[in-house]
T-cell receptor, first 116, second 110 residues
Framework: GAVVSQHPSWVICKSGTSVKIECRSLDFQATTMFWYRQFPKQSLMLMAT?????????EQGVEKDKFLINHASLTLSTLTVTSAHPEDSSFYIC????????????FGQGTRLTVV | SQQGEEDPQALSIQEGENATMNCSYKTSINNLQWYRQNSGRGLVHLILIRSNEREKHSGRLRVTLDTSKKSSSLLITASRAADTASYFCATDVNDYKLSFGAGTTVTVRA
């Protein structure tokens, strides 16, 4: 199957700093990628849809200035958590699909962010 | 927003037994998918069933879909310790977005 690589797999940062997470589709092009957030023992909550060459679409309640998304190429989307606070600590996962919505989504390995 | 509800929340079974979990959703769908997540990892796609399908098999997995009841079930037969994971159903709402259920945590005891 298609491969989506997410980096880093874990990161610890200090409050007030920014953290960038990368999501790459390794063997297919993705005009659209998705960013999710997952709290312990909970489901995935969609944060935003990353669109190649245009602005990301954010879900209700997600601060776009807090979570900056850039999708500059067909194989790379980045999520930057700006001015991180302890409450931003979470598991962030990206996904992409090589085709339409009727095909499966491929997920990155996830990034465990801990803000201290 | 999430539209899937899953039950049970947690399931503990003996190796070799079958595991069944259910998913209900609220709005019309094009398809429903099931994913597995091992602890602290990303999700792995298991199976996709289209809205015009009622049952689908893949190895030891059997998925049913009842669009009149807006529900789906996932059956894992002859479970193994490696099946220990969380299982999520996901529906495509619109614009290629997936909405995930709350998940069922399955523990298979050796």
């Amino acid at each position: 199957g298609a491969v989506v690589s997410q980096h880093p797999s874990w990161v610890i940062c200090k409050s007030g700093t920014s953290v960038k997470i990368e999501c790459r589709s390794l063997d297919f092009q993705a005009t659209t990628m998705f960013w999710y957030r997952q709290f312990p023992k909970q489901s995935l909550m969609l944060m935003a849809t990353s669109n190649e060459g245009s602005k990301a679409t954010y879900e209700q309640g997600v601060e776009k200035d807090k979570f900056l998304i850039n999708h500059a190429s067909l194989t790379l989307s980045t999520l930057t958590v700006t001015s991180a606070h302890p409450e931003d600590s979470s598991f962030y996962i990206c996904s992409a699909s090589p085709g339409t919505v009727t095909t499966e989504a491929f997920f990155g390995q996830g990034t465990r962010l801990t803000v201290v | 927003s999430q539209q899937g509800e899953e039950d049970p929340q947690a399931l503990s079974i003996q190796e070799g037994e079958n595991a069944t979990m259910n998913c209900s959703y609220k709005t019309s769908i094009n398809n429903l998918q099931w994913y597995r997540q091992n602890s602290g990892r990303g999700l792995v796609h298991l199976i996709l069933i289209r809205s015009n399908e009622r049952e689908k098999h893949s190895g030891r997995l059997r998925v049913t879909l009842d669009t009149s009841k807006k529900s789906s079930s996932l059956l894992i037969t002859a479970s193994r310790a490696a099946d220990t994971a969380s299982y999520f159903c996901a529906t495509d709402v619109n614009d290629y977005k997936l909405s995930f259920g709350a998940g069922t945590t399955v523990t298979v005891r050796a």
